[in-house]
């Protein structure tokens, strides 16, 4: 039931985003404020694949705060076992000082694996939350740092720990 209602907390954000934006009676020129990036991730391993695209869209409230929206889409294939995870989140990013950046983000992921099995591959689906606690180094349009997720569960994530790299880049 908790997941229900986060999940209807990230709808009415982001209609409420895409709202403003059509709101021509806002004051000021909204589009001027909005930033528009993501990210981008490959790997491989012996037997392995992962692939992850996730395009972000910023507001600008300020030079040294922003809130914001993502979509995440993350395909990984080890050996036979298979996973798909989709989702979004929501994210909080301030600057303090120019070239540090601390954010708060909360994700939720629907995931769908498959993991090989005999006689029967054994398919497991359910959601997954993250709220991540991030530190960076910020220069311009562009973030490397590193998060972590306070709700960690080494079960369900779909990240092999609770600390992960980032790298953000923005226009």
Same mark, same amino acid.
Not at 122 to 144: A, Q
């Given at each position: 039931?908790?997941?229900?209602?986060?999940?209807?907390?990230?709808?009415?954000?982001?209609?409420?985003? %895409? !709202?403003?934006?059509?709101?021509?009676?806002?004051?000021?020129?909204?589009?001027?404020?909005?930033?528009?990036?993501?990210?981008? @991730?490959? @790997?491989?391993?012996?037997?392995?694949?992962?692939? *992850?695209?996730?395009?972000? !869209?910023?507001?600008?409230?300020?030079?040294?705060?922003? %809130?914001?929206?993502? =979509?995440?889409?993350?395909?990984?294939?080890?050996?036979?076992?298979?996973?798909?995870?989709?989702?979004? *989140?929501?994210?909080?990013?301030?600057?303090?000082?120019?070239?540090?950046?601390? *954010?708060?983000?909360? /994700? /939720?992921?629907?995931?769908?694996?498959?993991?090989? !099995?005999?006689?029967?591959?054994?398919?497991?689906?359910?959601?997954?939350?993250? =709220?991540?606690?991030?530190?960076?180094?910020?220069?311009?349009?562009?973030?490397?740092?590193?998060? +972590?997720?306070?709700?960690?569960?080494?079960?369900? *994530?779909? +990240?092999?720990? !609770?600390?992960?790299?980032? %790298?953000?880049?923005?226009?």
């Amino acid at each position: 039931m908790a997941t229900k209602n986060i999940l209807s907390c990230l709808i009415l954000f982001a209609i409420g985003f %895409v !709202a403003t934006a059509q709101n021509p009676n806002a004051k000021g020129d909204f589009w001027r404020h909005v930033r528009f990036g993501g990210g981008l @991730g490959l @790997g491989f391993t012996n037997g392995g694949f992962n692939g *992850s695209i996730s395009p972000s !869209a910023i507001y600008q409230v300020t030079d040294n705060f922003a %809130v914001g929206t993502s =979509l995440s889409f993350n395909y990984a294939k080890f050996n036979d076992n298979k996973l798909l995870a989709y989702g979004g *989140s929501v994210l909080t990013l301030l600057n303090p000082i120019d070239f540090v950046q601390f *954010s708060v983000e909360f /994700e /939720e992921l629907r995931v769908n694996r498959t993991l090989a !099995a005999i006689p029967n591959d054994i398919k497991d689906d359910y959601w997954s939350p993250g =709220l991540f606690l991030g530190l960076g180094y910020t220069d311009r349009n562009f973030t490397v740092g590193i998060r +972590y997720d306070v709700l960690y569960d080494d079960q369900k *994530s779909i +990240y092999a720990n !609770a600390w992960t790299p980032f %790298v953000r880049v923005y226009f």
